[in-house]
């Protein structure tokens, strides 16, 4: 319990990409295959952040062919090489889970102008 506390309280936090809810995002994930490994990027809209810490979460959604594909990702994990921020969302909520009932057009989340 305590290498967790360390680790928590350690410079790792300035490490963390800084993205909110509603952001587009690529997400850089570590992929081992037998003795080889690559990278795979997942690209969509994080739809929720959960927990917080050491143990923080975050859910990225993306529709392809049709489908709807959710991945739950650990925010310090070894596995999340990097997290690139697309585009800025401009939401009102703290968890879009309304999105997964939208097709189309209405499933888009606006965008921030700064």
Sequence with gaps: MNALEAISNSSIKSE???FEIGDTVKVH???KEGDKSRIQVFEGTVIAKKHGGISETFTVRRVAH????ER???LHSPVVEKVEVIRNGKVRRAKLYYLRDRVGKAAKVKEQIK
């Design 72 to 74: 739950v990702f650990p």
């Design 66 to 69: 049709g489908c709807g594909i």
């Design 29 to 31: 994930v570590k992929i």
């Design 16 to 18: 963390v990409p800084s």
